[in-house]
């Protein structure tokens, strides 16, 4: 990554990050975060990455992302799943199990309906 030197870097810096943003909106892309951090493989959240990614290859999803991310900063509650459908709200699943996976995957990421008994409160 260039360093910014200048406001006019900070500038162009600003509008790459928005205009990617406007098109991951415009796309209504899908994006899941999964905590992989020592607490959340400790917890169990390397079977969950695994369901993820067997979900979205067993009924052939596409326009899914999906992302590693260290420490979300919820211990209590890893494996943490985090997901994003376009700019709707992020919405944050806790205690995620491989079998809680498939019904996050079908009705939040494929239906667009948030799966409430899973989704934390924060």
């Known amino acids: 990554m260039n360093k910014i030197k200048s406001l006019e870097d900070l500038k ?4 790459e990050a928005l205009s990617k943003r406007q098109i991951k909106a415009a796309s209504g892309q899908k994006e899941i975060v999964v905590g992989m951090g020592t ?9 969950v990455l695994k369901a993820i990614l067997d979900t979205i290859e067993e009924e ?3 326009g899914i992302v999906v ?3 260290g420490n979300i900063g919820l211990d209590s509650w890893e494996p943490v799943v985090q997901v994003t459908i376009g700019e709707e709200a992020k919405v944050t699943y806790g205690k995620v199990t491989p079998d809680m996976v498939r019904k996050i995957m079908k009705n939040h990421v494929v239906g667009g309906e948030v799966v409430k008994e899973y989704a934390l409160e924060l």
Do not use: D, K, P
């Open 12 to 15: 162009r810096v600003r509008e």
């Open 60 to 62: 052939n999803l596409e």
């Open 67 to 69: 992302r590693q991310a």
């Open 39 to 47: 607490v959340g493989i400790a917890a169990g959240a390397r079977e």
